[in-house]
């Protein structure tokens, strides 16, 4: 598209001039607006650009010793220092170099997480600050006809916008680079040793064995009904008993046989 082109799109587009227009602190330098309700802020996420710009050099540092031991390049990525290591499985040599960039990574992973909360909390307070300066545009009033008045309001309003937008990346970048750190800090020894299942969670041996006696309960036995409630005064019948077994009348004896009359 072209220049042309792209000035005719960006004239129906609201806020456009956000994009066009170069600021200070896109590009790294310290804006001051003169306004001390925002000047404290602009400060602030300064502060936070020049400190993240070092990140990339700390984490070559913490990555230093591995990288020389395997003669990797500076800027090799965890997965060709993954593969180098586990090549050299059992190398005594790769040892010291192991255990020191383990801990640099596992340092740096904590300090990144902690800037990126640190970054989460100036985000909300920069979006608030951001529509504050859109209603301090609308709320000119009068002072709407002096240019230098509204060109000042705008731009304010184009840096805030651009200290938001930089917060948002840089918060983005710390969780990213304290993941790739924490990745390479749990899996690098593993690498090198040959043992993966160091790379798995461990077995909760405490649930199995709660699993295996959940099995092993008896079940419920079932309690006996209790006799219903009687009105006072009324006694229980008595309970019948079974009928016991009478024993059997003997048979009687045979009859005698009729005598025969014999005259």
């Not at 806020?15 to 400060?43: H, I, M, W």
């Not at 930089?166 to 749990?186: F, P």
């Amino acid at each position: 598209m072209t220049a042309i082109a792209l000035g005719v799109a960006c004239s129906a587009l609201v806020g456009c001039d956000l994009v066009l227009t170069p600021t200070k602190v896109a590009n790294g330098e310290l804006y001051q607006s003169g306004d001390g309700r925002y000047d404290a802020y602009f400060a602030a996420v300064h502060h936070e650009q020049k400190a993240a710009a070092s990140w990339p050099d700390e984490s070559k540092a913490a990555r230093k010793p591995i990288v020389t031991a395997l003669d990797l390049r500076p800027g090799a990525s965890n997965s060709t220092i993954l593969a180098a290591a586990r090549s050299k499985q059992g190398d005594a040599s790769l040892g010291a170099a192991v255990e020191q960039t383990t801990a640099a990574e596992l340092e740096l992973a904590r300090r990144l997480n902690a800037a990126a909360a640190k970054l989460d909390d100036m985000l909300k307070r920069g979006e608030d600050l951001k529509r504050q300066t859109a209603e301090d545009k609308k709320n000119l009033g009068v002072d709407k006809a002096d240019e230098k008045k509204s060109a000042k309001k705008d731009e304010v309003k184009r840096e805030m916008s651009a200290a938001v937008d930089a917060v948002e990346s840089m918060a983005r970048d710390a969780r990213k680079g304290a993941k790739e750190a924490d990745e390479l800090a749990t899996k690098l020894k593993a690498a090198w040793t040959g043992r993966d299942e160091d790379e798995r969670p461990p077995v909760k041996i405490e649930e199995k064995k709660d699993e295996k006696d959940e099995k092993k309960k008896p079940e419920p036995v079932a309690k006996k009904a209790a006799p219903p409630k009687r009105p006072k005064g009324e006694t229980a019948p008595a309970e019948k008993k079974p009928a016991e077994d009478k024993p059997a009348k003997p048979a009687p004896p045979p009859a005698p046989p009729d005598e025969v009359f014999n005259p």
